[in-house]
T-cell receptor
Framework: AQSVTQLGSHVSVSEGALVLLRCNYS??????LFWYVQYPNQGLQLLLK????ATLVKGINGFEAEFKKSETSFHLTKPSAHMSDAAEYFC???????????WGAGTKLIIKP | DTGVSQNPRHKITKRGQNVTFRCDPI?????LYWYRQTLGQGPEFLTYFQNEAQLEKSRLLSDRFSAERPKGSFSTLEIQRTEQGDSAMYLC???????????FGPGTRLLVL
């Protein structure tokens, strides 16, 4: 069965610093890969996704992620953190005709002033 | 705003009571998914519909849970004889067939006392 691992349940960075949130998946076949963001008491908002083609994917709010097949990774980055980035971030994969999403446990991003 | 709505947003009930949640995707979404998210975890797949047909159910969906999508538009998720372990956020997502991106509603947070 597929699984998604997000390293670090909490990541704390200073405002203006680089954000790096890690995601590794287990799959012998490259899946579709997603990052979603969840603000408190809200639903999940799509940040970015990888399906095929260019392995560096740009998303909303200045985030980007790189698909590395050899490392089975899809890490999320942002060059300069902003206070409004404080939220929980989820990595997910889907595969197969029903596109069911398999989720990581999430990483809570904390921004220090 | 994804255009997917869920009602109610919050529900407090006593153990043993029945509850029903509703999800309204946008009209173009012929696929609809239900997920459950407990505190500190990523969402877990419960079930999905293609139009009005329920095509897959997770083993998480015990016989106390039932979901319907009678006319291929809105969907309901009912939990009978609620237990404290049912306390969670219930998320609904819609998408088009053949499209891998799911668009989430704001969720219904259930608390069973």
């Amino acid at each position: 069965a597929q699984s998604v691992t997000q390293l670090g349940s909490h990541v704390s960075v200073s405002e203006g610093a680089l954000v790096l949130l890690r995601c590794n998946y287990s799959s012998s076949v490259p899946p579709y890969l997603f990052w979603y963001v969840q603000y408190p008491n809200q639903g999940l908002q799509l940040l970015l996704k990888y399906t095929t083609g260019a392995t560096l994917v740009k998303g909303i709010n200045g985030f980007e992620a790189e698909f590395k097949k050899s490392e089975t990774s899809f890490h999320l980055t942002k060059p300069s953190a902003h206070m409004s980035d404080a939220a929980e971030y989820f990595c997910a994969v889907s595969q197969g005709s029903n596109y069911q999403l398999i989720w990581g446990a999430g990483t809570k991003l904390i921004i220090k002033p | 705003d994804t255009g997917v709505s869920q009602n109610p947003r919050h529900k407090i009930t006593k153990r043993g009571q029945n509850v029903t949640f509703r999800c309204d995707p946008i009209s173009e979404h012929n696929r609809l998914y239900w997920y459950r998210q407990t505190l500190g975890q990523g969402p877990e797949f419960l079930t999905y519909f293609q139009n009005e047909a329920q095509l897959e159910k997770s083993r998480l969906l015990s016989d106390r849970f039932s979901a319907e999508r009678p006319k291929g538009s809105f969907s309901t998720l009912e939990i009978q004889r609620t237990e404290q372990g049912d306390s969670a956020m219930y998320l609904c997502a819609g998408t088009l067939s053949g499209v891998e991106t799911q668009y989430f509603g704001p969720g219904t947070r259930l608390l069973v006392l």
